[in-house]
């Protein structure tokens, strides 16, 4: 028993810290549209620069906004699940996009590289965690 009890309390404590970094990545997006989704959109089109950018940074913050309330049975778990899927999957294409967008650092210096790998393994760490949330079907 005991071990159950700080497994649940590592996965909340991991939906928690995982939300909040949702919740404030999108803040972030919202108040600072020099981000590097924001650069990587403004390269396909001027007017969907600032489209893109808000709507995923609202996504962020509804998605750190379910993790945050699953752990403690606001949602029931079929709503969690639906959440879950959607989170992982947008997830998933943000940094896809992101990671594909941002080849063109390796065309510049070391340090543009490196920031290139450094958000490409935080994204990959985020979407690693976000799986070990999976709700359990009951």
Known sequence: ?????????????????VGLF??????????DQNSLG???????????????NIVAAILKIASGVVL???PFGLLTIGIRKLAFWV???????LTAWLAVG???????????VIQWFQNLSLNVAIL??????????K
């Open 22 to 31: 949702l919740v404030l990545s999108g803040i972030q997006n919202l108040i």
């Open 68 to 70: 945050l309330v699953g």
């Open 1 to 17: 028993m005991a071990k159950k009890s700080s497994s649940m309390s590592s996965i909340v404590l991991l939906s928690v810290a």
């Open 87 to 93: 989170i992982v999957g947008f997830w998933a294409v």
């Open 102 to 112: 941002g080849v063109g650092a390796f065309k510049g210096d070391a340090k543009a």
């Open 38 to 52: 924001g650069q990587i959109a403004s390269a396909f089109a001027d007017k969907t620069t600032g489209v893109v």
């Open 128 to 137: 690693a965690a976000l799986w070990q949330l999976k709700p359990e079907g």
